[in-house]
């Protein structure tokens, strides 16, 4: 629990105590709230699960389907309107922006088709996600991709590409040395020197 409460103090500038991202961080409670939907469906109580974290989804305006599998250090930063579907997998420190699908493509029909397959994307280790991005389908975001606000990604992406756009490109790649955390793929005058 402190590892996750400081990657999170380190990745928000706004983030002052732990005990006040604990209390008023809507992402940290959806994230405690799946860990306890996820236990449940795992051992097969399907409906308690789904329960639980729809009342999660009440609370905090993030929906989280019990099934899906996260990592550690998972930062929903504000949250409202974030979406992530059953057999999403995000990896570990992971960074996820306000009104972001993580969706299928599917259309809902002949769902027992459809059923115990992978319909929705994997986002890899160090993955930052901007606001109102739509990433659909069962496609990789590889380790340390950035994608832009409100682009819509339905193709993998490679290691440490910048995405942007409807449908989204790779406008140009982070540094792979970076120790720096840079949420929007930008870099300043001030992160050269």
């Known amino acids: 629990?402190?590892?996750?409460?400081?990657s999170i103090i380190k990745r928000d500038p706004a983030a002052r105590s732990k005990i006040g991202v604990i209390l008023t961080y809507p992402g940290v409670k959806a994230v405690f709230f799946h860990k306890?939907?996820?236990?449940?469906?795992?051992?097969?109580?399907?409906?308690?699960?789904?329960?639980?974290?729809?009342?999660?989804?009440?609370?905090?305006?993030?929906?989280?389907?019990?099934?899906?599998?996260?990592?550690?250090?998972?930062?929903?930063?504000?949250?409202?309107?974030?979406?992530?579907?059953?057999?999403?997998?995000?990896?570990?420190?992971?960074t996820i922006y306000h009104m972001v699908t993580l969706g299928g493509i599917s259309?809902?029909?002949?769902?027992?088709?459809?059923?115990?397959?992978k319909r929705h994307?994997?986002?890899?280790?160090?993955?930052?996600?901007?606001?109102?991005?739509?990433?659909?389908?069962?496609?990789?975001?590889?380790?340390?991709?950035?994608?832009?606000?409100?682009?819509?990604?339905?193709k993998d992406v490679p290691e440490n590409a910048v995405m942007v756009g409807i449908p989204a490109k790779n406008v140009g790649e982070g540094s792979k040395d970076d120790k720096v955390f840079k949420p929007y793929g930008i870099t300043t005058d001030s992160d050269k020197n």
Not at 1 to 6: A, G, R, V
């Open 121 to 154: 994307p994997t986002l890899m280790d160090n993955v930052v996600v901007g606001s109102g991005a739509q990433i659909l389908g069962p496609v990789t975001i590889n380790k340390n991709a950035k994608i832009g606000a409100n682009a819509v990604v339905t």
């Open 1 to 6: 629990m402190n590892e996750y409460l400081e």
């Open 107 to 117: 259309p809902s029909i002949n769902s027992d088709d459809q059923r115990n397959t």
């Open 36 to 94: 306890i939907a996820n236990f449940f469906s795992i051992a097969k109580f399907h409906l308690i699960a789904r329960m639980i974290s729809q009342i999660s989804r009440f609370l905090t305006g993030i929906e989280i389907h019990p099934k899906a599998k996260i990592g550690k250090n998972l930062f929903i930063d504000h949250g409202m309107g974030v979406v992530i579907g059953e057999t999403s997998e995000i990896h570990d420190n992971v």
